[in-house]
Nanobody
Framework: QVQLVESGGGLVQAGGSLRLSCAAS????????MGWFRQAPGKEREFVAA??????????YYAESAKGRFTISRDNAKNTVYLQMNSLKPEDTALFYC???????????????????WGQGTQVTVSS
């Protein structure tokens, strides 16, 4: 059973930075995909960024709101995916979730429904 544990959330001022981590366990992650989603109060869960890999090849995907500010990366040795968030804005305030699923060609990594495993979330609050 795959388990995902997020960390790194917190309170930051607008313009600041945070790095979220998602540690995965319970599987061999040689070909997998992991994504970050966020959900603000009263809103639907939305895609932020994803990274998918098969062997040595990897692909990254970003929501328009994340491009140029957020960077997703992974550490194979630690089975951990990171989301570096810079130039944070108050509208980035949300509960951030990590999600994962096995790699399949054609999977829509920006879609909530494509992920089989989810973490519990880590809160990010950006003050103005």
């Amino acid at each position: 059973q795959v388990q995902l544990v997020e960390s790194g959330g917190g309170l930051v001022q607008a313009g600041g930075s945070l790095r979220l981590s998602c540690a995965a366990s319970g599987h061999t992650f040689s070909s997998y995909g992991m994504g970050w989603f966020r959900q603000a109060p009263g809103k639907e869960r939305e895609f932020v960024a994803a990274i998918a890999w098969s062997g040595a090849i990897h692909y990254t995907y970003y929501a328009e709101s994340a491009k140029g500010r957020f960077t997703i990366s992974r550490d194979n040795a630690k089975n951990t995916v990171y989301l570096q968030m810079n130039s944070l804005k108050p509208e980035d305030t949300a509960l951030f979730y990590c999600a994962a699923n096995s790699f399949t060609w054609g999977r829509m990594w920006s879609s909530v429904g494509e992920y089989a495993y989810w973490g519990q979330g880590t809160q990010v609050t950006v003050s103005s």
